[in-house]
Protein backbone atom coordinates (compact mmCIF):
# COMPACT_ATOMS: atom_id res chain seq x y z
CA UNK A 1 0.00 0.00 0.00
CA UNK A 2 1.92 2.90 -1.08
CA UNK A 3 1.93 6.32 1.18
CA UNK A 4 -0.43 8.26 -0.94
CA UNK A 5 -3.05 5.17 -0.51
CA UNK A 6 -2.69 4.66 2.97
CA UNK A 7 -4.01 7.59 4.92
CA UNK A 8 -4.31 5.15 8.00
CA UNK A 9 -1.20 4.58 8.55
CA UNK A 10 1.03 6.79 10.81
CA UNK A 11 4.32 6.71 11.95
CA UNK A 12 6.05 6.65 15.83
CA UNK A 13 9.46 6.93 16.05
CA UNK A 14 10.34 5.74 12.41
CA UNK A 15 7.68 2.60 13.47
CA UNK A 16 4.80 2.44 11.33
CA UNK A 17 1.29 1.98 13.15
CA UNK A 18 -1.85 1.59 11.31
CA UNK A 19 -5.34 1.55 12.15
CA UNK A 20 -7.90 -0.14 11.50
CA UNK A 21 -11.59 1.56 10.83
CA UNK A 22 -13.09 2.82 13.31
CA UNK A 23 -10.32 3.99 15.62
CA UNK A 24 -10.01 7.40 15.64
CA UNK A 25 -7.55 9.41 12.83
CA UNK A 26 -6.71 12.13 15.32
CA UNK A 27 -3.58 12.35 17.58
CA UNK A 28 -4.23 10.38 20.75
CA UNK A 29 -7.02 11.49 22.61
CA UNK A 30 -7.78 12.02 26.53
CA UNK A 31 -7.64 8.27 28.16
CA UNK A 32 -5.45 5.42 29.24
CA UNK A 33 -4.70 1.76 27.36
CA UNK A 34 -3.00 -0.95 28.94
CA UNK A 35 -1.05 -3.39 27.14
CA UNK A 36 -0.41 -7.11 28.12
CA UNK A 37 2.22 -9.12 26.09
CA UNK A 38 2.36 -12.24 25.21
CA UNK A 39 4.41 -15.38 26.69
CA UNK A 40 2.41 -18.44 27.51
CA UNK A 41 1.50 -19.22 30.78
CA UNK A 42 4.35 -16.93 32.18
CA UNK A 43 3.20 -13.71 30.61
CA UNK A 44 -0.65 -14.89 31.75
CA UNK A 45 0.58 -14.92 35.55
CA UNK A 46 2.51 -12.25 35.57
CA UNK A 47 -0.02 -9.61 34.18
CA UNK A 48 -2.36 -10.91 36.76
CA UNK A 49 0.27 -9.58 39.96
CA UNK A 50 0.33 -6.31 37.11
CA UNK A 51 -3.39 -5.96 37.38
CA UNK A 52 -3.33 -6.50 41.24
CA UNK A 53 -1.62 -3.20 41.58
CA UNK A 54 -3.14 -1.42 39.19
CA UNK A 55 -6.21 -2.14 40.75
CA UNK A 56 -5.15 -1.36 44.39
CA UNK A 57 -4.17 1.82 42.66
CA UNK A 58 -7.97 2.47 41.20
CA UNK A 59 -6.89 2.16 37.87
CA UNK A 60 -8.68 -0.71 36.39
CA UNK A 61 -11.42 1.01 36.58
CA UNK A 62 -9.91 4.43 34.58
CA UNK A 63 -8.73 1.72 31.79
CA UNK A 64 -10.69 3.31 27.89
CA UNK A 65 -8.77 0.03 26.55
CA UNK A 66 -7.25 -3.25 27.29
CA UNK A 67 -5.04 -4.66 24.03
CA UNK A 68 -3.61 -8.03 24.18
CA UNK A 69 -1.74 -10.78 22.44
CA UNK A 70 -0.70 -14.34 23.33
CA UNK A 71 -0.78 -15.26 27.01
CA UNK A 72 -1.76 -11.48 27.77
CA UNK A 73 -4.81 -12.37 25.58
CA UNK A 74 -6.13 -15.53 28.24
CA UNK A 75 -5.92 -12.90 30.95
CA UNK A 76 -7.31 -10.23 29.16
CA UNK A 77 -10.26 -12.64 28.12
CA UNK A 78 -10.90 -13.29 31.97
CA UNK A 79 -10.43 -9.74 32.99
CA UNK A 80 -13.17 -8.88 30.28
CA UNK A 81 -15.50 -11.45 30.76
CA UNK A 82 -15.78 -11.12 34.17
CA UNK A 83 -15.40 -7.21 34.60
CA UNK A 84 -19.48 -6.24 35.16
CA UNK A 85 -18.73 -8.58 38.29
CA UNK A 86 -15.86 -6.97 39.50
CA UNK A 87 -18.03 -4.50 41.98
CA UNK A 88 -15.67 -1.48 41.82
CA UNK A 89 -16.20 0.41 45.06
CA UNK A 90 -15.88 4.09 45.38
CA UNK A 91 -12.14 4.37 45.10
CA UNK A 92 -12.39 2.27 42.19
CA UNK A 93 -11.06 -0.93 43.76
CA UNK A 94 -12.44 -4.04 42.35
CA UNK A 95 -13.78 -5.85 45.30
CA UNK A 96 -14.10 -9.13 43.61
CA UNK A 97 -10.63 -8.85 41.42
CA UNK A 98 -9.27 -12.52 43.17
CA UNK A 99 -12.62 -14.44 42.86
CA UNK A 100 -13.44 -13.33 39.29
CA UNK A 101 -9.76 -12.67 38.20
CA UNK A 102 -6.96 -14.24 40.17
CA UNK A 103 -8.26 -17.76 40.98
CA UNK A 104 -9.57 -18.08 37.26
CA UNK A 105 -6.17 -17.97 35.88
CA UNK A 106 -4.07 -20.01 38.57
CA UNK A 107 -6.79 -22.53 38.00
CA UNK A 108 -5.62 -22.71 34.11
CA UNK A 109 -2.29 -22.59 35.21
CA UNK A 110 -2.32 -25.47 37.08
CA UNK A 111 -3.22 -27.15 33.91
CA UNK A 112 -1.38 -28.77 30.88
CA UNK A 113 -2.01 -27.65 27.37
CA UNK A 114 0.12 -27.49 25.08
CA UNK A 115 1.78 -31.01 24.80
CA UNK A 116 -1.89 -32.49 25.50
CA UNK A 117 -3.12 -29.96 22.28
CA UNK A 118 -0.40 -31.41 19.95
CA UNK A 119 -0.37 -34.80 21.16
CA UNK A 120 -4.69 -35.04 20.80
CA UNK A 121 -4.42 -32.95 17.36
CA UNK A 122 -1.96 -35.22 15.67
CA UNK A 123 -3.43 -38.36 16.65
CA UNK A 124 -7.19 -38.02 16.05
CA UNK A 125 -8.63 -37.10 12.85
CA UNK A 126 -10.51 -34.05 12.25
CA UNK A 127 -9.38 -32.19 14.46
CA UNK A 128 -6.39 -29.78 14.75
CA UNK A 129 -4.04 -28.49 17.73
CA UNK A 130 -5.57 -25.16 17.71
CA UNK A 131 -8.90 -26.71 18.02
CA UNK A 132 -7.58 -29.02 21.47
CA UNK A 133 -6.67 -25.39 22.41
CA UNK A 134 -10.14 -24.14 21.85
CA UNK A 135 -11.66 -26.93 23.78
CA UNK A 136 -9.06 -26.87 26.45
CA UNK A 137 -9.87 -22.80 26.95
CA UNK A 138 -13.65 -23.34 26.74
CA UNK A 139 -13.61 -25.88 29.67
CA UNK A 140 -10.99 -24.08 32.08
CA UNK A 141 -12.16 -20.46 31.61
CA UNK A 142 -14.62 -19.35 28.52
CA UNK A 143 -17.27 -21.42 28.23
CA UNK A 144 -20.00 -20.17 25.58
CA UNK A 145 -19.20 -16.58 26.31
CA UNK A 146 -18.54 -14.75 23.16
CA UNK A 147 -17.25 -11.48 22.17
CA UNK A 148 -20.18 -9.76 23.03
CA UNK A 149 -20.08 -10.83 26.67
CA UNK A 150 -16.97 -8.33 26.80
CA UNK A 151 -17.86 -4.72 28.45
CA UNK A 152 -18.31 -1.57 26.41
CA UNK A 153 -15.92 0.40 28.20
CA UNK A 154 -13.16 -0.61 28.10
CA UNK A 155 -12.41 -2.03 24.94
CA UNK A 156 -10.93 -5.19 25.07
CA UNK A 157 -8.90 -5.58 21.94
CA UNK A 158 -7.53 -9.63 21.28
CA UNK A 159 -4.63 -9.55 18.58
CA UNK A 160 -4.00 -12.09 16.48
CA UNK A 161 -1.80 -12.19 13.05
CA UNK A 162 -3.59 -13.02 10.40
CA UNK A 163 -0.81 -15.13 8.07
CA UNK A 164 -3.09 -14.41 4.99
CA UNK A 165 -2.72 -10.68 4.76
CA UNK A 166 0.35 -10.57 7.16
CA UNK A 167 -1.19 -8.06 9.54
CA UNK A 168 -2.72 -8.33 12.81
CA UNK A 169 -6.82 -9.68 12.83
CA UNK A 170 -8.11 -7.75 16.00
CA UNK A 171 -11.10 -9.06 17.85
CA UNK A 172 -13.49 -6.97 20.32
CA UNK A 173 -16.90 -6.82 21.10
CA UNK A 174 -17.28 -3.79 18.62
CA UNK A 175 -15.35 -5.41 15.59
CA UNK A 176 -13.23 -7.77 14.00
CA UNK A 177 -11.07 -6.30 11.73
CA UNK A 178 -8.21 -6.41 9.84
CA UNK A 179 -7.16 -3.19 7.38
CA UNK A 180 -6.12 -4.97 4.65
CA UNK A 181 -9.76 -7.36 4.60
CA UNK A 182 -12.36 -5.90 6.60
CA UNK A 183 -14.06 -5.24 8.99
CA UNK A 184 -17.16 -7.85 10.54
CA UNK A 185 -19.24 -5.20 13.26
CA UNK A 186 -20.51 -7.14 16.75
CA UNK A 187 -19.40 -10.65 16.21
CA UNK A 188 -20.49 -13.43 18.09
CA UNK A 189 -17.21 -15.25 17.66
CA UNK A 190 -16.60 -17.50 21.00
CA UNK A 191 -13.75 -16.09 23.43
CA UNK A 192 -12.37 -19.35 23.44
CA UNK A 193 -11.64 -19.12 19.58
CA UNK A 194 -10.35 -15.14 19.96
CA UNK A 195 -7.95 -15.96 22.79
CA UNK A 196 -6.86 -19.44 21.36
CA UNK A 197 -5.86 -17.46 17.95
CA UNK A 198 -4.05 -14.98 19.87
CA UNK A 199 -1.82 -17.33 22.02
CA UNK A 200 -1.73 -20.00 19.25
CA UNK A 201 2.46 -19.03 19.18
CA UNK A 202 4.39 -21.35 16.34
CA UNK A 203 5.13 -23.58 15.16
CA UNK A 204 3.16 -26.14 17.74
CA UNK A 205 0.11 -24.39 18.38
CA UNK A 206 -0.43 -22.54 14.62
CA UNK A 207 -2.26 -22.09 12.63
CA UNK A 208 -5.74 -21.38 14.33
CA UNK A 209 -8.50 -21.66 11.11
CA UNK A 210 -11.66 -19.17 12.15
CA UNK A 211 -14.61 -19.52 9.38
CA UNK A 212 -16.02 -16.29 8.38
CA UNK A 213 -17.67 -17.78 5.46
CA UNK A 214 -20.95 -16.80 6.09
CA UNK A 215 -20.46 -13.32 8.40
CA UNK A 216 -21.23 -9.81 6.90
CA UNK A 217 -18.04 -8.01 5.79
CA UNK A 218 -17.85 -4.22 5.64
CA UNK A 219 -15.74 -3.03 3.05
CA UNK A 220 -14.22 0.13 3.46
CA UNK A 221 -11.29 2.36 2.01
CA UNK A 222 -7.87 1.04 2.28
CA UNK A 223 -9.10 -2.88 2.01
CA UNK A 224 -7.51 -4.25 -0.54
CA UNK A 225 -7.57 -8.08 0.24
CA UNK A 226 -11.57 -8.51 0.05
CA UNK A 227 -12.00 -11.19 -2.38
CA UNK A 228 -13.79 -14.39 -0.83
CA UNK A 229 -10.66 -16.48 -0.34
CA UNK A 230 -9.59 -13.72 1.99
CA UNK A 231 -12.73 -13.90 3.74
CA UNK A 232 -13.84 -17.35 4.61
CA UNK A 233 -11.52 -19.58 6.80
CA UNK A 234 -8.27 -17.61 7.72
CA UNK A 235 -5.37 -19.05 9.39
CA UNK A 236 -4.40 -17.14 11.94
CA UNK A 237 -1.37 -17.35 14.54
CA UNK A 238 -0.15 -15.75 17.99
CA UNK A 239 -0.81 -11.90 17.96
CA UNK A 240 3.07 -11.86 19.05
CA UNK A 241 4.47 -12.62 15.75
CA UNK A 242 3.13 -9.25 14.31
CA UNK A 243 3.10 -6.95 17.37
CA UNK A 244 4.40 -8.90 21.15
CA UNK A 245 3.57 -5.78 23.08
CA UNK A 246 0.02 -5.07 21.41
CA UNK A 247 0.48 -1.58 21.11
CA UNK A 248 -0.62 -1.00 17.91
CA UNK A 249 -4.40 -1.04 18.81
CA UNK A 250 -3.65 1.81 22.00
CA UNK A 251 -0.59 3.58 20.98
CA UNK A 252 -2.18 6.40 18.68
CA UNK A 253 -5.52 6.15 20.34
CA UNK A 254 -4.88 7.50 23.67
CA UNK A 255 -2.13 9.63 25.45
CA UNK A 256 -1.68 7.38 28.36
CA UNK A 257 0.08 3.88 27.49
CA UNK A 258 0.76 1.50 30.44
CA UNK A 259 2.73 -1.69 29.05
CA UNK A 260 3.19 -5.03 30.93
CA UNK A 261 5.94 -7.11 28.96
CA UNK A 262 6.86 -10.62 30.12
CA UNK A 263 8.21 -11.89 26.38
CA UNK A 264 10.96 -13.95 25.82
CA UNK A 265 14.68 -13.26 25.29
CA UNK A 266 16.98 -14.58 23.07
CA UNK A 267 20.19 -15.71 24.39
CA UNK A 268 23.61 -16.46 23.03
CA UNK A 269 24.81 -19.30 21.51
CA UNK A 270 28.48 -19.59 21.21
CA UNK A 271 28.06 -22.80 18.45
CA UNK A 272 24.83 -22.06 16.83
CA UNK A 273 23.49 -25.20 14.71
CA UNK A 274 24.21 -24.97 10.99
CA UNK A 275 21.79 -27.15 9.83
CA UNK A 276 19.57 -25.62 7.78
CA UNK A 277 16.21 -26.36 9.49
CA UNK A 278 17.88 -25.63 12.91
CA UNK A 279 19.86 -23.20 11.39
CA UNK A 280 16.76 -21.21 10.32
CA UNK A 281 14.32 -21.49 13.31
CA UNK A 282 17.93 -19.61 15.00
CA UNK A 283 17.93 -17.08 12.31
CA UNK A 284 13.95 -16.20 12.43
CA UNK A 285 14.66 -15.87 16.55
CA UNK A 286 16.84 -13.62 15.53
CA UNK A 287 14.54 -11.20 13.46
CA UNK A 288 12.04 -11.74 15.90
CA UNK A 289 14.21 -10.83 18.74
CA UNK A 290 14.81 -7.73 16.73
CA UNK A 291 11.51 -6.62 16.00
CA UNK A 292 10.51 -7.17 19.88
CA UNK A 293 13.69 -4.91 20.47
CA UNK A 294 12.87 -2.09 18.38
CA UNK A 295 9.02 -1.80 19.89
CA UNK A 296 10.70 -1.66 23.23
CA UNK A 297 12.77 0.99 22.36
CA UNK A 298 9.83 2.98 20.49
CA UNK A 299 7.83 2.78 24.05
CA UNK A 300 10.44 3.48 25.90
CA UNK A 301 12.21 6.77 24.20
CA UNK A 302 8.79 7.74 24.03
CA UNK A 303 7.94 8.00 27.93
CA UNK A 304 11.58 9.51 28.20
CA UNK A 305 10.45 12.58 26.39
CA UNK A 306 7.73 12.48 28.56
CA UNK A 307 4.68 11.02 27.03
CA UNK A 308 2.80 10.17 29.74
CA UNK A 309 2.60 6.11 30.59
CA UNK A 310 4.88 3.46 32.35
CA UNK A 311 6.29 0.32 31.13
CA UNK A 312 7.33 -2.50 33.05
CA UNK A 313 9.05 -5.82 32.35
CA UNK A 314 9.27 -9.12 33.49
CA UNK A 315 13.49 -8.46 32.83
CA UNK A 316 13.27 -5.31 34.39
CA UNK A 317 15.59 -4.67 37.37
CA UNK A 318 13.77 -2.23 40.00
CA UNK A 319 17.29 -0.68 40.75
CA UNK A 320 16.67 1.16 37.08
CA UNK A 321 13.77 2.91 38.17
CA UNK A 322 14.27 6.54 39.96
CA UNK A 323 12.61 5.16 43.48
CA UNK A 324 14.42 5.48 46.91
CA UNK A 325 12.14 2.23 48.65
CA UNK A 326 10.75 0.04 45.92
CA UNK A 327 9.55 -2.95 47.32
CA UNK A 328 12.05 -5.68 47.80
CA UNK A 329 12.84 -8.41 45.87
CA UNK A 330 16.16 -10.56 44.74
CA UNK A 331 16.91 -10.11 41.06
CA UNK A 332 18.16 -13.54 40.66
CA UNK A 333 15.00 -14.70 41.97
CA UNK A 334 13.17 -12.18 39.00
CA UNK A 335 15.59 -13.37 36.45
CA UNK A 336 14.88 -17.37 37.04
CA UNK A 337 10.78 -16.37 36.91
CA UNK A 338 11.66 -14.42 33.46
CA UNK A 339 13.32 -17.43 32.04
CA UNK A 340 10.47 -19.62 32.64
CA UNK A 341 9.80 -21.64 29.34
CA UNK A 342 6.94 -20.02 27.26
CA UNK A 343 4.78 -22.93 27.24
CA UNK A 344 1.02 -23.68 27.88
CA UNK A 345 2.79 -25.74 30.57
CA UNK A 346 1.18 -26.67 34.37
CA UNK A 347 2.86 -24.43 37.20
CA UNK A 348 3.16 -25.92 41.14
CA UNK A 349 1.67 -23.29 43.28
CA UNK A 350 5.30 -21.56 44.27
CA UNK A 351 5.85 -20.23 40.80
CA UNK A 352 2.90 -18.77 40.34
CA UNK A 353 2.64 -16.82 43.75
CA UNK A 354 6.16 -16.02 43.15
CA UNK A 355 5.22 -14.68 39.22
CA UNK A 356 2.07 -13.11 40.64
CA UNK A 357 4.37 -10.91 43.44
CA UNK A 358 6.56 -9.80 40.86
CA UNK A 359 4.45 -8.55 38.61
CA UNK A 360 2.68 -6.52 41.88
CA UNK A 361 6.29 -4.92 42.77
CA UNK A 362 7.58 -4.30 39.31
CA UNK A 363 4.02 -2.65 38.58
CA UNK A 364 4.43 -0.75 41.72
CA UNK A 365 8.09 0.55 41.16
CA UNK A 366 7.21 1.70 38.01
CA UNK A 367 3.48 3.25 39.23
CA UNK A 368 5.36 5.64 41.93
CA UNK A 369 8.59 6.26 39.92
CA UNK A 370 7.12 7.30 36.80
CA UNK A 371 3.08 8.04 37.42
CA UNK A 372 3.41 9.24 40.92
CA UNK A 373 0.96 7.14 42.61
CA UNK A 374 1.20 6.26 46.13
CA UNK A 375 2.73 3.25 47.58
CA UNK A 376 0.79 0.88 48.42
CA UNK A 377 0.17 -0.85 51.59
CA UNK A 378 3.76 -2.43 51.29
CA UNK A 379 2.07 -6.18 51.14
CA UNK A 380 2.65 -8.69 48.19
CA UNK A 381 -0.55 -10.43 46.84
CA UNK A 382 1.02 -13.61 48.21
CA UNK A 383 3.69 -12.63 51.54
CA UNK A 384 4.56 -16.32 52.31
CA UNK A 385 6.47 -16.22 49.16
CA UNK A 386 8.51 -13.31 48.47
CA UNK A 387 11.17 -12.49 45.87
CA UNK A 388 14.05 -12.93 48.14
CA UNK A 389 14.23 -16.74 48.39
CA UNK A 390 14.75 -19.02 45.74
Same mark, same amino acid.
Given at each position: ????????????????????????????????????????????????????????????????????????????????????????????????????????????????? =????? %?????? $????? +????? !?? *???????????????????????????????????????????????????????????????????????????????????????????????????????????????????????????? =????? %?????? $????? +????? !?? *???????????????????????????????????????????????????????????????????????????????????????????????????????????
Amino acid at each position: MSPASAPDEVHVSGEPVRRIPGDDSRNPQPGMALCLSGGGYRAMVFHVGVLWRLNEAGMLAELDRVSSVSGGSITAGVLGMNWNELLFDQAGVAKQFVDQVVDPVRAMASTHV =DLPAV %LTGIGL $PFTSV +ADRVV !RA *LRKQLFGQKTLQDLPDKPTFVINATNVESGVLMRFSKQYLADYRVGRIDNPGLPLAVAVAASSAFPPILSPCTVDLDREEWVTQPGNDLTSPEFRNEIRLSDGGVYDNLGLETAWKRYETVLVS =DAGGH %LGAVAD $PPVDW +AQHTI !RV *LKVIDNQVRSLRKRQVIDAFRNKRPGMYVGIRSHVDDFPLADPLPSDPVVAARLAGISTRLNAMDDTVQEQLINWGYVICDTGLRAHLGKPAGDGTLPYPDNPLTKL
